[in-house]
Every structure is written in structure tokens, then in C-alpha cells.
């Protein structure tokens, strides 16, 4: 009996077992060019739609053109050879990567150097109203030339500043094995440059290498799309606290004022500030729904660009801040900001509750010497009536013995009349005390029942 092994796989083994090879890095030989763009598709007006399928239909359009299959079902992986240039195309959860490496250029990196380099990337191969589709929906779009070293830009920075639009380069020896040049400048043509100088790369190092720096780029400006948010979320943030102020103020007041104003006039007032202050919570709750993806996110995209950063293993070249340098000082800041607006948040959050259960405490208060006085009203009337149930007593005992007394003279009538010989009248004053003093007696038992 044969055993087919594949039958005894979990239905997730496979899958999960390609994850870790799904996103290789480009086999890379200096010298090579390359064009990246990052496509952020989304917007108020697809806010719903499904991130990976609006991709796959941009990258459809994409293979449409040269006739090529596209990937089929939900994949997030695709890599094609077509022909003046291979394509590596990535989709993340909220955008796509699109890598283009030119086929046909070492020659002329290697002929005309990195700047004509710069002029002849794989840019120009791809369909124009492609292009024009993605108006908009570009995040990212850079030029990187790897070339071996020697050519073209020689030893020294000088040559690269030629290149480099930016006035602050930056640079880097990374893997003891090659250089890395670059200014993170949007350049006029709308792009921004890396060059990459290959020492001595072993097998695969340049296109890693490549690879860190595209996603370097692409996660640094994704992390500072949480920026926009923390600069508008600031002075939301600050009428509210001020708000919050005042109430605070009020509320203060208000107890101050206590003394001096009838009760419920004070229960309507701390009421309205309650409402005030629900409203304030429902705000600081509706900007943290708003805010906290979009800062979670950067704060994910930044720790990626430090572990990025980490794995160059940078060496200093004099005169230029290395990447990690830059980055440091640039967009670490920025990462700050919107840090401490989810600080400023929660903070702010913390306290409107604090204030909420502080109002509420003073609510429940007031309703409890409301219900005190109640109470000590419903005692006072209680104890009227007991007054008066005992003023009229006497006057009950009274009427009682009346209404016995006349049932004894009737009685006492029925017998002279079949010829007992009683005086009715006689009978009925000897019994009057004896009845009143029963009916006092009978109601002081009933009254000593009801008190315990």
C-alpha cells in the first residue's frame, strides 16, 4: 500500500510554507537600472474597496497591454521577463510596489555612465496612459543605478553632487562591499535617485541591497502619512482640552455656589455640564476611531525602516551622514509628533473620564439628599397622620362604643320581650364602660402590631 504523503498535510502547511519565499529579492549584476514606483490607491472615494483587488486590476491593465496573463485569485506576488525589461511586482496591505529593471542597460551604464544612466531608465517602456491612470495614486517613485565600482562617478562625492539635485547628500559604505549615494530629494523629473556602487557584492548582495533601500523609501513615506493627521488632529485636540478647562472651571464654581442656590437649579446646571462633557468624550472618542489606524500604521512603517536601516550594517564615509544619520534626524521627528498626539489622546481621553466620574459622583450626591429630604418629608407626614389618628382616637372609641352599645339595648329588648325580666336600659349604661374599655384596649393592640 502506497501512502501519498501530500494527503497528510495540514491545509495551511503549504501555503505557509511559500510565505517566506513569496517576496525574493531581484538577481541584480552591476550595472544595472531600475525604476520603483509604490501605487497607494486609496481614497475617500474607494475608502471600502478592497485594497488587493483594486491592485490586481491596476496590474491587469498593466499586463493587458503586452499581453500577458495576469496572476490569478488573491496573489501578492508577481515577476515577469518582458523582454526590454522584467517587471516585480509586489502588493502590501495598503499599497502595490512595482519594480522595473532595465534588460538592455549595462552597456550603457557602463558606456555612458551613472547621469546618462539616470536618462535611459525603465521608465520609458511603459505604456503612457498607464501612467497617466495612476494620476494621483503615486507614493513613491525612484531611479536607482547600480553600477561597479570605478565607473563613472569615481572616488570621490563631488561627481554624485552633479547628479543629485539636493544640497545635503547622503551616503554610506554598507556591507563593507559596496557604497550607496543618495539625497531623498523628489528631483525635477519627479523622481528621487540612488546610486549604488558594487565593490565586491557576493551573489544576491545587490539586489538585497536594492531591495533595503526601495524599502527604506517606500516605508518612510508611508510612515509619514500619519503626519497630515497628527498637524490637523493638533488644534482639535487643544479646543478640547480648553473646553475641558472650562467645565472643570465651572463645575468648581458651581460647588462654590452651592450655598446660595436652591437645590435644583444646581442638580439642571451640573446636568447640563454632564451633557457637556459626554460631548467632549464623544469628540476625543470620534478623533482616536479616526487617528489610531493611520498612527499605528506609521509607528509599523518606522520600526520597518529602522530594521531596514540596520540591515545595510552602515560605515561612515567622512564628510556625509550615513542614511541611518539622516533618517535620525529627519523623519524620526516627524514619528514624534504623531507619537505624542496618541499620548495627547489618550491623555486627554483619560481625563474627560476622570472628569465624567468626578460629575457624576456630585450628580449622584445631590440625588441622594434629594431622596434624604424625600424621605424625611414622607416621616413628617407619616407622623402627622399617626398625630392625627391619635387625636381622633378618642372620638373613635366613642363611636365604636355607641354602635356596640346600641347592639347590647337591642339585644337586651329582644329578651324582656319573650319574657326574660331585664331592664334593657340598665344593662346597656352597666355595659358602656366595659365596651369602652375593650375598643381601647382592642385598638392599642392593633397600633402596637403595626409599629413592629
Given at each position: 500500500m502506497s501512502i501519498s504523503y501530500a494527503q497528510l498535510n495540514h491545509p495551511l502547511r503549504i501555503p505557509l510554507a511559500a510565505e517566506i519565499h513569496s517576496r525574493p529579492?531581484?538577481?541584480?549584476?552591476?550595472?544595472?537600472?531600475?525604476?520603483?514606483?509604490?501605487?497607494?490607491?486609496?481614497?475617500?472615494?474607494?475608502?471600502?474597496?478592497?485594497?488587493?483587488?483594486?491592485?490586481?486590476e491596476i496590474l491587469a491593465s498593466f499586463c493587458t497591454y503586452f499581453g500577458v496573463a495576469c496572476p490569478g485569485g488573491e496573489a501578492k506576488y508577481f515577476f515577469h521577463d518582458f523582454g526590454r525589461f522584467?517587471?516585480?511586482?509586489?502588493?502590501?496591505?495598503?499599497?502595490?510596489?512595482?519594480?522595473?529593471?532595465?534588460?538592455?542597460?549595462?552597456?550603457?551604464?557602463?558606456?555612458?555612465?551613472?547621469?546618462?544612466?539616470?536618462?535611459?531608465?525603465?521608465?520609458?517602456?511603459?505604456?503612457?496612459?498607464?501612467?497617466?491612470?495612476?494620476?494621483?495614486?503615486?507614493m513613491v517613485a525612484a531611479h536607482v543605478v547600480l553600477i561597479k565600482n570605478g565607473n563613472a562617478i569615481g572616488d570621490t562625492p563631488s561627481p554624485i553632487r552633479q547628479i543629485l539635485e539636493g544640497s545635503v547628500l547622503v551616503g554610506s559604505q554598507v556591507l563593507q562591499r559596496g557604497e550607496v549615494w543618495t539625497d531623498f530629494l523628489i528631483q525635477a523629473d519627479g523622481f528621487s535617485r540612488f546610486i549604488v556602487k558594487d565593490e565586491d557584492f557576493l551573489d544576491q548582495q545587490a539586489g538585497r541591497i536594492v531591495q533595503r533601500l526601495l524599502e527604506i523609501e517606500t516605508y518612510r513615506m508611508m510612515a509619514l502619512l500619519g503626519l497630515p493627521h497628527a498637524q490637523k488632529a493638533a488644534p482639535v485636540l487643544a479646543a478640547i482640552e480648553n473646553e475641558l478647562v472650562r467645565l472643570t472651571a465651572a463645575m468648581t464654581l458651581s460647588r462654590g455656589l452651592a450655598a446660595d442656590v436652591a437645590q435644583d437649579d444646581e442638580t439642571d446646571s451640573e446636568q447640563i455640564l454632564l451633557r457637556q462633557i459626554i460631548d467632549l468624550a464623544a469628540r476625543i472618542?470620534?478623533?482616536?476611531?479616526?487617528?489610531?489606524?493611520?498612527?499605528?500604521a506609521s509607528k509599523a512603517y518606522f520600526r520597518l525602516v529602522q530594521s531596514r536601516i540596520e540591515e545595510l550594517r552602515?560605515?561612515?564615509?567622512?564628510?556625509?551622514?550615513?542614511?541611518?544619520?539622516?533618517?535620525?534626524?529627519r523623519?524620526?521627528?516627524a514619528m514624534n509628533t504623531c507619537e505624542a498626539i496618541v499620548r495627547r489622546q489618550e491623555a486627554l481621553a483619560d481625563r474627560i473620564a476622570h472628569t465624567n466620574d468626578l460629575l457624576r459622583t456630585r450628580v449622584g450626591i445631590v440625588q441622594e439628599q434629594q431622596n434624604r429630604k424625600i424621605l424625611q418629608s414622607m416621616n413628617t407626614r407619616a407622623a402627622q397622620q399617626l398625630r392625627l389618628q391619635q387625636a381622633v382616637e378618642g372620638l373613635s372609641v366613642a363611636a365604636i362604643t355607641y354602635y356596640v352599645a346600641g347592639l347590647f339595648q337591642y339585644a337586651g329588648k329582644g329578651l324582656k320581650a319573650v319574657g326574660v325580666q331585664i331592664n334593657p336600659e340598665l344593662v346597656t349604661g352597666l355595659l358602656i364602660p366595659i365596651i369602652a374599655g375593650a375598643v381601647w384596649f382592642g385598638l392599642r393592640r392593633v397600633h402596637q402590631k403595626i409599629h413592629h
Open positions: 529579492s531581484l538577481r541584480l549584476r552591476a550595472p544595472e537600472a531600475i525604476t520603483h514606483l509604490a501605487v497607494y490607491a486609496k481614497s475617500d472615494s474607494n475608502a471600502d474597496t478592497d485594497n488587493v483587488q483594486l491592485q490586481q522584467r517587471l516585480k511586482w509586489e502588493c502590501h496591505t495598503e499599497f502595490a510596489t512595482y519594480t522595473f529593471v532595465e534588460n538592455e542597460n549595462g552597456e550603457v551604464v557602463s558606456g555612458h555612465g551613472a547621469a546618462q544612466a539616470l536618462t535611459r531608465v525603465p521608465i520609458g517602456h511603459l505604456p503612457e496612459q498607464w501612467l497617466l491612470d495612476l494620476r494621483g495614486k503615486i472618542e470620534k478623533l482616536s476611531m479616526e487617528n489610531n489606524y493611520r498612527f499605528s552602515e560605515l561612515r564615509i567622512e564628510g556625509v551622514p550615513t542614511i541611518g544619520e539622516f533618517m535620525e534626524r523623519l524620526a521627528p
